[in-house]
């Protein structure tokens, strides 16, 4: 063993010698909030409305963090996070623990009570929430932090020490877990105002003040350990951002004597130079990594790893619902402590478990081959123990072997190998798929027959959901009302939009999408290859959680899956009705995706599917198809370097689906999210006829591209208002955005559209806001 660096051992700390005869070495990184019923959105929501008290959500949160610490004590783990739990956010509680609060919100001093802290989450009656922004590459959103030269910190939020104090009440020892410093400063904003000219990382010397503060009170109430989250390691750093973890943790070691320290990375690998900073600071007793997306780290630990430090081996993984492969975990896991020495490995999951669903036990409709082959949050704490059991020579022979039998199960299983699929997605790797008429000329081809006017007018594809609709669908589920009755209420449905969007003299139209309940869940229900769970929730943002289904084999469509709704609401009217199809892509990102093969294979055979019902969709007379890739630029991998080959295939998965159709058929896609200017040639380079983006709250930012000179020959249509907000907006300001729109954007190719579905409006904001944006158009028409 080479080891690059020098160290010098650090002694034992006393805590870890009084309890190593009790517990094998497990940890836990995190573990999700809301509850296995998801107990928390509830009380949340309805201390929100008003229905419940402060001390009622109090006592909901105390009992869901007793009965997990109880859960994770009783399953023998040694490091048990607190501090994990949160009200809304785990970022925003560290800008509460921080008192960095920004000054529009009125707070006194003091600490930070619900009041500031929901306000600063979800806006008040006078005031708008913070931004919420992505959580690395995960589908949880977190609370981007506003700091500015004239923030004040100050200690304000004592939950790190509270949580840890209840845990000790209950006679459980736990590692309070704090989001590290560096990240913290990483993932804020600077302030409205110093926008350009302030980093927030100048701030360092200040926030630190107050962590140790933090610490001092941590360890005043009996805490041995603490665990600092610094998951932008993994991200693309520079140097003086790493310079700045060596600034920070060299400053706060002296308020760490006594204490395990432990700092804990996830969601990557960890960029080599942001190893080698890490490893040479003394200050810290364990590393922790995330072995399930970094394998990469693994070469990185053999090169060299600091004698006598704690490897916290994070080969379970927190972000998936499948149950480990335990065999091939416990050889890696043993292939490192020969690296790190004997009693120096710590099992652990390889990142926090929010980012999975919560406990198989709630799953009664779910079959128990597919549930043998599978692990949430509860399931994994168990294998985390397993596994460090059996690095201790105390291996549970049944509990192994239960596991080898499923995970043989899994891999012969007939349910997961179609071997068509396989043959036909493999058929597909290195060539490529594309129309072969270019876009001006398919246009050209597609408006003789369309007979459009210039900015033409659609929406998105989903109207207003009422309460009658989902109550339909409900009962129709549940057979209580019958296929018959069914379809006659969902045709009623499509007929009063189709007719309202004729009144509203709108241009090329759309069904309405009523008998969907989500965009991916609707169509995973039809594919097969896909499970569906009754209780599998993740958190998205705040109360919010979703429930992504879960694809365990080769994906195939057994039919058509929109062929009658689409040609029932074409036959409505003699205006072009768009097919809406969910595409491959956001599929794929947005459900639980199967391990046992790479992403981009279960994306090509989603593809193949989906490429059936264009065809299908086609036949059948239907002009206008819309694939929504909502979630393709979500996807987009944390680090640079993996961009290209992601968009690569990604993209390609979008052709694959209307390579086939006649030029006189045309492609619309759909994309959310408004930053698009880093992947504009992937977008242009997917090659639909129309896109429709997600822009109401950035125009300036989409436009500068194309005021760059990227040039841009489909049809394109920028959202002109903010479907996320009820206001409606008047004809002149639609107008006005569309003639700035206008000024970059070639006449013949600029649609007018809503920046996203209606689902989730009513309808006395959809008419007049329709109203306004038809108006708009025709405004404009005259005068071009
Ligand atoms: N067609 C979908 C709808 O209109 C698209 C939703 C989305 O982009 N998230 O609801
Ligand atoms: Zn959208």
């Known amino acids: 063993l080479r080891l690059p660096f020098s160290f010098s051992l650090s002694p034992p700390p006393p805590s870890l010698l009084a309890t190593a005869k009790g517990k094998m070495a497990g940890h836990i ?42 859960q994770m004590a009783d399953a023998g783990i040694k490091y048990i996070p607190s501090n994990s739990f949160s009200y809304y956010d785990q970022v925003l509680d560290t800008t509460a623990m921080l008192g960095a609060v920004p000054p529009r919100y009125g707070w006194k001093g003091g600490e930070i009570g619900f009041d500031t802290y929901f306000s600063m989450a979800r806006g008040n009656a006078s005031l708008p929430a913070m931004e919420m922004t992505k959580w690395f590459d995960t589908n949880y959103h977190y609370i981007v932090p506003e700091l500015g030269p004239d923030t004040n910190f100050s ?15 209950l006679g459980i020892e736990t590692m309070p877990v704090l989001i590290g410093p560096v990240s913290y400063l990483l993932l804020s904003k600077p302030a409205k105002g110093v926008e350009k000219s302030f980093s927030p990382l100048s ?36 140097s003086h951002q790493l310079q700045a973890f060596t600034d920070a943790y060299s400053e706060l070691e002296s308020s760490f004597s006594g204490l395990y320290v432990l700092i804990q990375t996830y969601f990557a690998d960890v960029p080599e130079a942001a190893y080698k900073t890490i490893t040479s600071l003394n200050c810290f007793t364990g590393f922790g990594f995330d072995l399930v997306r970094g394998t990469k780290t693994i070469d990185l630990i053999k090169s060299g790893f600091p004698s006598g430090k704690y490897l916290v081996a994070g080969v379970v993984d927190g972000r998936n619902i499948w149950a480990n492969d335990l065999a091939s975990s416990l050889s890696t896991l043993e292939g490192l402590e020969a690296i790190v020495g004997k009693g120096k490995l710590v099992v652990s999951t390889s990142c926090s478990l929010m980012h999975t669903a919560v406990d198989l036990v709630n799953e009664t409709k779910l079959d128990d081959e597919i549930k043998s082959w599978l692990a949430f949050a ?36 007939p349910r997961v190998t179609n071997q068509e699929v396989q043959q036909a997605a493999a058929a597909l790797k290195g060539s490529d798929h594309r129309r072969v008429t270019t876009v001006s000329a398919r246009l050209d081809a597609q408006q003789k027959k369309l007979n ?35 379809v006659k209420a969902i045709k009623e449905e499509i007929n009063k939009v189709v007719k309202l969007q004729e009144e509203l003299d709108i241009d090329v139209l759309v069904h309405g999408e009523p008998e969907r309940n989500d965009m991916v869940e609707y169509f995973g229900e039809q594919l097969s290859g896909f499970a569906f769970t009754s209780n599998g929730w993740v958190q998205s943002y705040g109360s919010r959680c979703v429930k992504p289904p879960i694809i365990y084999g080769d994906v195939s469509r057994p039919k058509a899956m929109t062929v009658f709704w689409s040609s029932m609401a074409q036959s409505m009217t003699s205006r072009p009705m768009k097919g809406m199809l969910t595409g491959p892509v956001t599929i794929l990102n947005w459900s639980f995706v199967r391990n046992d093969q790479p992403r981009f294979e279960t994306c090509y055979q989603i593809a193949l599917a989906i490429k059936k019902e264009v065809e299908d ?31 690569d295939w990604a993209v390609h998965s979008f052709r694959i689906t209307n390579c086939g159709v006649q030029d006189t058929t045309q492609i619309h896609t759909h994309m959310c999210y408004s930053n698009f200017n880093d992947i504009i040639h992937s977008i242009i380079n997917m090659d639909a006829d129309v896109i429709t983006i997600e822009n109401s709250r950035s125009d300036e930012k989409l436009l500068s591209v194309f005021r760059e000179g990227v040039k841009y020959g489909a049809g394109i249509g920028p959202g002109v208002y903010d479907i996320h907000s009820p206001r409606i907006p008047s004809t002149e300001e639609i107008a006005d955005r569309i003639n700035k729109m206008l000024a970059v954007l070639e006449t013949n190719i600029l649609w007018v559209n809503p920046d996203c579905g209606l ?19 025709k405004l404009l028409r005259k005068e071009l």
């Open 29 to 70: 990184v995190g573990y999700p909030r809301m509850g296995p019923k998801r107990e928390l959105k509830f009380a949340l929501e309805s201390f929100w409305d008003g229905k419940s008290t402060a001390e009622d959500l109090q006592k909901v949160a105390a009992d869901l963090r007793a009965s997990i610490w109880k």
């Open 155 to 169: 200690y304000s939020s004592h939950k790190a020490v509270s949580e840890y104090k209840e845990a000790k009440a």
């Open 203 to 238: 701030l360092l010397g200040k926030v630190l003040a107050v962590y140790k503060e933090v610490l001092a009170e941590l360890k005043a109430a009996g805490a041995i350990r603490i665990q600092f989250d610094e998951p932008t390691l993994v991200m693309d750093l520079g």
């Open 378 to 413: 509860a399931q994994k704490v168990v294998e985390v123990n397993a596994l460090a059991r059996a690095l201790a020579g105390d291996k549970d022979v049944a509990f192994f072997s239960a596991n080898a039998a499923a995970q043989a199960s899994r891999k012969s299983s």
């Open 452 to 486: 459009l006017p210039i900015l033409p007018t659609t929406t998105i594809g989903s109207f207003p959901q009422t309460m009658d609709l989902r109550r339909v669908r409900r009962e129709y589920k549940a057979n209580k009302i019958s296929e018959e009755e069914y």
């Open 617 to 647: 969709l086609e036949a059948a007379g239907i002009q206008v198809i819309q694939i929504d890739e909502a979630a393709l630029r979500e996807g987009l991998p944390l680090r640079k370097s993996e961009h290209a080959f992601y968009l």
């Open 759 to 777: 689902k989730t409006r009513k309808y006395a904001e959809v008419k007049p806001a329709l109203t306004n944006m038809v108006a708009a158009a």
